[in-house]
């Protein structure tokens, strides 16, 4: 393999444009500037306002589209950026193979890197994992590990999962996994990108960032953006219920992207000022009222953003200025979220996709 895959100049650029300059803002050449590769388009997506989607409301509120990453989502970023990492400190060289566990999104984001540079990967999923992000996976030409049964006493597919990786690392030579669930190099991301994005679009005010947790990463990154900067922003994560992040009890969960059966390392306490918890079918009630109301046609999580911030309306202050994070697309879910058949089979009722709108 040429070495200009890995050690050209594009690429030492390309780690240095994701470091701290001056504020900690990141910065580009601007989106009608040529880039040197497709991992150079990671990052400053669009911020826009959802005006429709809660009716004549008493708050302003905007959504950060991920989606519009090469990749697709919001993990494209810490997915590059512990990649860049791994490189720059020679954990990892142009033989190294890549091992991670995802249930999608960071899955992707990785084979985008992968790809362009040479790099082999293998992605253990499970069965929660889209037919859509496995063909996606498999056109990138990453190799699938697929996880269908959790550990014996366990519920989770999670665990299974992690020690399919530690299997894996232990038996294919010279391996490395960037490991989302630890890597500090995951929520540094956030920091260093989503949260100042964020704040230049609305011009440093934001007073409420709604976001779904699943690593902690975006929740670690921008929160600790927010108080190392001594802003008011108040941080509100959204957490699926059956998930352990916040205490909740465990139990299974259908949509995969968000939530977690065991809490990462890299989460910690006090990141959030409040929390809600949704539900399966709040998710697919959110998506279905941003899609047809706002034309967003988003992921899982992103509609359970949208859910959260409906249940959550009636605690937000007149005139405040809301952003919420929307992680991903939403054609990744069409045999799940947007399939009336999967929707009927599951909840016995199809949503209202004007709910919200109606409920001010």
Not at 256 to 268: C, F, L, M, N, V
Not at 277 to 303: F, H, K, M, P
Not at 332 to 359: G, I, K
Request: charged share 20%; with cysteine; aromatic share 6%.
């Amino acid at each position: 393999m040429d070495d200009r895959y890995l050690m050209n100049s594009a690429v030492a650029a390309n780690t240095e444009a994701l470091r701290p300059r001056n504020d900690g803002v990141h910065t580009d050449t601007g989106p009608d500037q040529t880039k040197s590769s497709i991992l150079d388009t990671v990052g400053n997506t669009p911020i826009i306002e959802l005006s429709k989607i809660f009716g004549d409301s008493h708050f302003k509120l905007f959504g950060k589209i991920e989606a519009m990453n090469p990749g697709g989502s919001i993990k494209d970023r810490s997915g590059l950026h512990m990649l860049r990492k791994a490189l720059s400190s020679g954990e990892i060289s142009r033989d190294t193979t890549i091992i991670e566990s995802s249930s999608g999104n960071m899955g992707i984001g990785l084979a985008q890197v992968c790809t362009y540079w040479g790099l082999k990967l293998i992605c253990v999923v499970d069965i929660r994992t889209t037919k859509q992000t496995l063909q996606i996976l498999q056109t990138y030409g990453a190799e699938i590990s697929l996880v269908s049964e959790p550990l014996p006493g366990k519920d989770s597919l999670l665990e299974a999962r992690k020690l399919r990786v530690q299997e894996l690392l232990a038996s294919v030579p010279d391996s490395y996994c960037p490991d989302q669930y630890a890597n500090p190099n995951n929520f540094a991301a956030h920091y260093l990108t989503t949260m100042p994005e964020i704040l230049n679009a609305l011009e440093s005010h934001v007073d409420y960032l709604f976001l779904a947790t699943s690593t902690s990463g975006t929740l670690r990154g921008c929160a600790e953006y927010i108080h190392d900067n001594e802003l008011a922003t108040k941080v509100v994560a959204v957490d699926a219920i059956g998930s352990v992040i916040f205490g909740d009890n465990p139990q299974p969960r259908l949509l995969p992207g968000h939530g977690a059966a065991e809490r990462s390392k890299i989460h910690r306490a006090g990141l959030a000022n409040d929390v809600v918890l949704i539900s399966d079918w709040d998710c697919v009630t959110g998506c279905y009222n941003l899609v047809r109301q706002e034309a967003v046609l988003a992921g899982a999580s992103s509609g359970g953003v949208i859910a959260a911030i409906h249940k959550y309306r009636g605690k937000i202050e007149l005139g405040a200025v809301c952003a919420a994070i929307l992680a991903d697309r939403g054609e990744r879910y069409m045999d799940t979220v947007y399939s009336e058949d999967w929707v009927l089979r599951h909840f016995d009722q199809l949503p209202d996709p004007a709910e919200y709108s109606r409920a001010e």
